[in-house]
C-alpha cells in the first residue's frame, strides 16, 4: 500500500517541471516570453487532475479494506 501511494508525492512537482520545460524550450525556440507561463498552468491542471484521478480510484478501495462491519 505504501508503494502505490509514494508516487503521489511525485505526481504534481514532475507534471509541473516537465510542464515548465517544455514552455521555456519554446520560448527560446520562437523568442517569446509567455510560453513558459501557459505551459506551466498546463502542468499544474494535469498533475491536479492526474493527482485526483488517483486519490478517488483508491479511496474506495481503501474504505473497504477498513470495513470492519462484516
Given at each position: 500500500m505504501v508503494g502505490e501511494y509514494s508516487s503521489?508525492?511525485?505526481?504534481?512537482?514532475?507534471s509541473i517541471l516537465v510542464g515548465y520545460g517544455?514552455?521555456?524550450y519554446l520560448d527560446k525556440y520562437f523568442g517569446t516570453h509567455f510560453w513558459y507561463l501557459v505551459w506551466l498552468?498546463?502542468?499544474i491542471a494535469a498533475g491536479m487532475r492526474d493527482l485526483v484521478r488517483k486519490?478517488?480510484?483508491?479511496?474506495?478501495?481503501?474504505?473497504?479494506?477498513t470495513d470492519d462491519t462484516k
Open positions: 503521489l508525492a511525485t505526481i504534481l512537482p514532475a517544455i514552455g521555456y498552468l498546463i502542468g486519490v478517488f480510484v483508491d479511496f474506495p478501495k481503501d474504505v473497504d479494506d
